[in-house]
């Protein structure tokens, strides 16, 4: 199985609304200080974690 793209961080924050349904406001704390290339897949665990976590 060929191994997923991954795209810059940067490129999946222009367009997360279409790809995830997320504002870039929440694409921006979910991926606060991140840096580099990810894979869509990631990119989409990493908001649903962040969106389950605890306001303290």
Known sequence: MAEEAKFPIEQLRAHCQELFGVSQVV??????????????????????????????
């Open 27 to 56: 694409f921006d704390g979910a991926f606060f200080g991140a840096q580099g290339e990810i894979t869509k897949k990631e990119a989409k665990k990493q908001i649903e974690s962040w969106l389950k976590k605890e306001v303290k």
